[in-house]
């Protein structure tokens, strides 16, 4: 019979201490040291005390004295060393009984006081032994290593839990506190949170520390971080996502400024420093990779096309090289610029800038008077550009200049020679963001189809063309780009031009990059590269040192497995690259929407689906939902009048409705 004897049985992970009242064979009916009563299976009394306490005493003095063998229990197991205990038995590999165990650890008379305090020691531990049928087994040296770190993990996973929760919640109490040593690693989590969401690694440390500070929405994550200032409000989380680098490494700027402080060697190279060569480019750009000059010859015009050469200054495999190797390309989005080199090359070192003279890759085309193009020819030059003007001063000023007249007079034919030949000419404006001191978007539209960019878009169009071609013919690997045919060519009936553009543009089929010549049908060419933005994209760089291999009669830079090799992964990053662009331009777009809610906006309608219109705000040449609900029937093609009532850029959410 166990009753008035001392029972320790676990419950909920803890050694509870407890004497019998009444033995029951199937059940023990237990007062605890706490002075709760508990009915428990005789199977779950872990140690049976051989003494037994007198039940004629009252349930207070039973409950004292139960608290007193509890403490001077504990104070006996502050005194055991478990680490060394199993030093002494692990090498035995076997089970041992609380007695022996308590033998070893205590080398005195053993009392039920002292196998209470080795079985509360061992238990408590959970590194050095584990419990099984009322013994103590030894883990292995491996095992304890193993138990070791997780310990240390849940420790710091909950310092970590801890003092999350606290500092978010201060910060969303209004109060910002000073730097807790873990602000890294919550950061850290806050920032993983608001990138990936459910799929962030962290996810589930992020989520009890934002329940620690009363938090269950973990899309607040990326306001906290607005909030610590870590990020702004209008952050772009594709940089973050995509982790595109903003910043150069010292080694490449080391490099970049060892570059802009060599004398160039220009010996070789044609001197064209007396022609008067200019740049066409929109207003802010400071990147000149393309100038272009025209003179007067004998029955025509020589068309020059001129490419800044950054050969020289970057060497393959360099530090530089290989940054922009990774970048990819320079990427404009609406309210960021991110160069593939740095500024002081790019905008300046290896850049067409007025009154330097550059080391250049030179196209020259010369036209008879028909405007057909007779003959051309590449050149390694050195240019000095005399003007840079804007795209607006020559729409202003051409007609004034004869050359530039001539100049707009051979892009037309030489566009209208590619329309012959299929080009798809179908240019819409290109959406143009401003922003005021408060960050506030304003959106404008820029025609792409002055005279001014026909005059760069076609001489630039030809150089790539030409470029092709003298990669063909002389056998030099580079990235040709093609398409076929599209898969229907829509008539224009002269109204409509946006719907027919857009429903156009749909039919076109997908571009190709491949080491072998192909025809491009959207530009009207038997063979196409990109040549003439080395500054600003990667794979121009690896094209014109292919193409100067050429010209120079030396082994191509790359062969062609290694140039497939580098292209392919050059056209990921571009896609990632292409991806956060529009991303960005439907942000900003929303962003603006947002400031206009209950205004009205023209749009067109451009598809009906089961249970919506796909509509085009023309203001924006944004495509967007507009319901079907009770509304009138819609034509595809029609001009409507549509009402913004919700317009949130982070959800990515636009509600319209039709304007009565």
Known sequence: ????????????????????????????????????????????ALLVSSISLPLTSSREELVRELKAIEKKRLELMEKLSVHELWELTHEE??????????????????????????????????????????????????????????????????????????FLKELINGRIPEDPPLRERIVDVL?????????????????????????????QARKLLVTLKVWDEDENLDLHRLHIRTEFTEP??????????????????????????????????????????????????????????????????????????????????????????PPRLSNNALSLVKDAERPAVTLFCDFDTNLDLVSHRFSLTVVKVEKQRTYDEVNEMYLENPLLVALYQITQALRQKRATNGAMLIPLPEIHFSFDDQSRPRVSLIDQDTPARVMVSESMILYNWLTARFAAEAGVPIPYRGQEPPQERLSFDGSHY??????????????????????????????YTNATSPLRRYMDL??????????????????????????ISVQQTLKDIEVMKRNQIRYWAL?????????????????????????????????????????RELSPGEHITVTIKKSDPRADILILDLAS
Not at 195 to 205: T, W
Not at 560 to 567: D, I, T, V
Request: aromatic share 8%.
């Open 542 to 567: 690896l094209v014109q040192r292919q193409i100067l291999s050429g010209l120079k009669g030396k082994k191509p830079a790359y062969t062609e497995p290694r140039m497939k090799e580098m292209g």
């Open 191 to 219: 920032t993983q949170l608001a990138l990936y969401g459910e799929d962030a690694p962290d996810v589930k440390l992020g989520k009890e520390m934002l329940s620690r500070a009363g938090i269950k929405d973990i899309a």
């Open 252 to 341: 490449v700027l080391e490099e970049a400024e060892r570059i802009t402080q060599d004398e160039p060697d220009f010996s070789g190279r044609e001197n064209l420093t007396g022609l008067p060569v200019f740049t066409v480019d929109g207003p802010f750009t400071r990147d000149f990779d393309d100038a272009l000059s025209l003179e007067p010859i004998d029955r025509g015009y020589r068309l020059g096309i001129h490419i800044t050469d950054i050969t020289p200054f970057i060497e393959p495999d360099s530090p530089l090289d290989r940054e922009a190797f990774a970048r990819a390309s320079s990427i404009y989005l609406p309210a960021t610029q991110i160069p593939m080199l």
């Open 591 to 631: 962003r603006h929407l947002a400031e206009r809610i209950n205004e009205r906006l023209a749009a067109l309608v451009f598809q009906k689906l089961r249970s919506k219109y796909l509509v085009i705000l023309t203001d924006l040449l944004f495509i967007a939902e507009l319901p079907l609900t009770s509304m």
């Open 1 to 44: 019979m166990s009753e008035g004897k001392i029972i320790e049985y676990i419950d909920q992970r803890k050694i509870i201490t407890a004497v019998c009242l009444k033995d029951k064979a199937s059940k023990l009916q237990l007062v605890t040291s706490s002075n709760h009563e508990a009915s428990i299976s005789p199977k779950r």
């Open 498 to 527: 946006i719907y027919y553009v857009f429903q156009q543009r749909r039919k076109i089929r997908p571009l190709t990059i491949d080491t072998a010549p192909q025809p491009h049908s959207g530009i009207g060419v038997d063979a």
């Open 93 to 166: 590999h076997e089970a041992f009984s609380f007695a022996g165990l308590a033998e070893l650890a205590f080398s005195t008379q053993i009392t039920d006081d002292h196998l209470s305090a080795l079985v509360r020691a061992l238990f408590a531990d959970k590194v050095y032994f584990k419990l099984k049928d009322n013994c103590f087994i030894p883990h292995s040296p491996e095992k304890v290593e193993e138990l070791t770190k997780a310990i240390e993990a849940a420790e710091q996973r909950e310092q970590e839990i801890s003092q999350g929760g606290w």
